[in-house]
């Protein structure tokens, strides 16, 4: 039997599967965050140190038996990233005298893609905080569409979503804009009153706007004006990843998975996305066939073969 290990590296914590050659579960073991950026790299190398020792163990295995390794997560978008937790993560192993075979690093995208489709075609649209989209062809290349981040994009992600809902505040403090119920929740949930605090926040505290997206996609559901014109933008703008998508993948009608709570709970945005979607009419929403970290086990049983 063949041994493949796949973690799902998340900013709150990390999820490690040890599997065989048929994507059988062995076993699980669930640790701390792995966002690498933020809490270095030697951090997260104890981290997944520990979770594939935990795996290895009960399942009465040595980790020098294990084949291959991927750990998708936050942050490894960037070769030049991805390549020094590579480095960080065989080095910590090596010194513990429990060397790895093989050990990549990928992003919590490309997981959560071969996860969703099980190594096959396919795209997925992610809108949590950010956004960003991604595909594979019927050739195995992959495709990538936005990812900008907040400064260049985001769109239709919570960033922009919550942005777009306080400059509507803004604009009903000062009288430019129409009234919006967003302003009585901002002042409520987050005590700010009026322009200067709003101001204050924003530019001096560094206040996450995208905790406001929410109550934006609350208040249209309720029937605000300003709210809903603000899901009607941000949809759109979904779509554009979509199309854009389309033209890349040339599969019809083109599968696709939405990962991200704002689009994927039942609200008034997912439900404005959906219809958006099925109008196209060369689209398929589709659930994930397996979770990213199943989906970082097929990266790492393919870098084998």
């Known amino acids: 039997m063949k041994y493949f290990v796949g973690l799902d590296g998340g900013g709150t914590k990390t999820k490690c599967v040890l599997v065989d050659e048929n994507l059988e579960i ?3 073991s669930v640790g701390g965050p792995s966002n690498f950026l933020i809490i270095g790299t030697e951090v997260v190398s104890e981290t997944i140190f520990t979770l594939i020792s935990e795996c290895a163990k009960r ?17 490894a978008g960037r070769k030049n990233d991805a390549e020094t937790l590579e480095k960080a993560v065989k080095e910590y192993f090596q010194k513990h005298e429990n060397p790895l075979k093989n050990f990549n690093v990928v992003s919590d995208a490309a997981i959560a893609l071969e996860g969703a489709f099980a190594g096959n075609a396919g795209a997925i649209l992610i809108a949590g905080t950010g956004s960003i989209m991604y ?11 936005g990812g900008f981040g907040r400064f260049l994009g985001d769109e239709g992600g919570g960033n922009t979503l919550g942005r777009e809902g306080l400059i509507a505040v803004a604009k009903d403090f ?10 009585k929740i901002v ?27 929410p109550f934006v996609i609350e208040e249209a559901g309720k029937g605000d004006e300003i709210c809903l014109g603000i899901l009607e933008r941000q949809s759109d703008e979904l779509i554009l990843h979509i199309k854009a998508m389309l033209k890349k993948l040339r599969i019809e009608p083109m599968p696709l998975v939405l990962i991200g709570s704002p689009i994927t709970k039942q609200n008034k945005y997912s439900e404005m996305l959906k219809e ?5 009419g060369n689209v398929t929403l589709a659930m994930p066939e397996y979770p990213p970290e199943i989906g970082a086990a097929i990266v790492a049983l393919k870098s084998t073969q």
């Open 26 to 28: 062995i076993s699980e």
């Open 187 to 213: 002042k409520e949930k987050f005590g700010i009153n009026d322009g200067a605090t709003l101001i204050r926040k924003v530019y001096s505290e560094n206040f996450d706007m995208a905790t406001v997206a």
């Open 135 to 145: 595909g594979k062809d019927a050739g195995g290349n992959f495709h990538r569409v």
């Open 174 to 183: 000062d009288g430019r804009g129409e009234k919006t119920s967003l302003t």
């Open 276 to 280: 958006k979607i099925n109008s196209l």
């Open 59 to 75: 399942a009465g295995i040595e980790i020098p038996q294990i084949e291959s390794a991927v750990i998708g997560t936050t942050g």
